[in-house]
């Protein structure tokens, strides 16, 4: 593994960051061929900044400005020089809560990724496993997508069920969507570094 060309990955959160906990640990087991190489929040004590500092990542908080769903154009210009200056080639949103517009799109065409916790296009936005079980759906799961100008939009990479139980709260539902998240956000992005080895093989990088 340690021979093995490494995608360099930047991951984007807000919040708690399990996700990127997931992806981290994958990472450091040798499962994942990829390198973290920057994490940014939007949130000055978001525990995904102290999970970086754990797993010795770069990290840094990028003030959002004064808007609530999105940054301001310039922060987002500097978010995508960041992101480019760390040589990152797969931008990953692990629980970022705010919609990405041209800079970052024109910078990383195809190459931001999000997770959803739901079967989308069902459900997307807040609190998704709550909106399926308030609709009395049997099953949910969660998707990942690539990103695009739309919350919770853009073409649909992989999706994987999670059943509703009779007796679900909220916060059971929530915990095992999460579970599956974990694997399969990790299976995802397993993909794009098979791709990033196949192609660093054949242009002799
Ligand atoms: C996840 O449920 C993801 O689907 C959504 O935000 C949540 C982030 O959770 N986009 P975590 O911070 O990774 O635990």
């Given at each position: 593994?340690?021979?093995?060309?490494?995608?360099?990955?930047g991951i984007l959160g807000s919040g708690k960051g399990s996700n990127c906990?997931?992806?981290?640990?994958?990472i450091r087991s040798g499962d994942l061929a990829a390198e973290a190489r920057l994490i940014i929040s939007?949130?000055?004590e978001a525990p995904i900044l102290d999970m970086a500092r754990e797993f010795g990542v770069a990290n840094a908080y990028l003030p959002p400005g004064r808007f609530?769903?999105?940054?301001e154009l310039q922060r987002e210009v500097q978010l995508a020089q960041m992101l480019?200056?760390?040589g990152v080639k797969l931008?990953?949103?692990?629980?970022f809560m705010r919609v990405l517009h041209e800079p970052m799109l024109t910078a990383f065409p195809r190459r931001i990724i999000n997770i959803h916790p739901s079967l989308l296009p069902k459900f997307p936005g807040l609190e998704a496993w709550k909106q399926a079980l308030v609709a009395g759906e049997?099953?949910?799961?969660?998707?990942v997508h690539y990103v695009d100008e739309r919350i919770d939009h853009g073409q649909i990479l992989a999706q994987k069920e999670v059943k509703?139980?009779?007796?679900?709260?909220?916060?059971?539902?929530?915990?095992?969507?999460?579970?599956?998240?974990?694997?399969?956000?990790?299976?995802?992005?397993?993909?794009?570094?098979?791709?990033?080895?196949?192609?660093s093989q054949q242009v002799g990088d």
């Open positions: 593994m340690s021979q093995m060309k490494r995608l360099p990955i906990r997931a992806i981290l640990e994958r939007d949130v000055l609530r769903t999105r940054l480019r200056d760390a931008v990953i949103l692990a629980g049997t099953v949910t799961g969660c998707t509703i139980l009779p007796n679900d709260t909220s916060e059971s539902l929530h915990a095992r969507i999460q579970v599956t998240e974990h694997e399969l956000y990790s299976a995802v992005i397993a993909e794009f570094c098979e791709k990033y080895v196949e192609l």
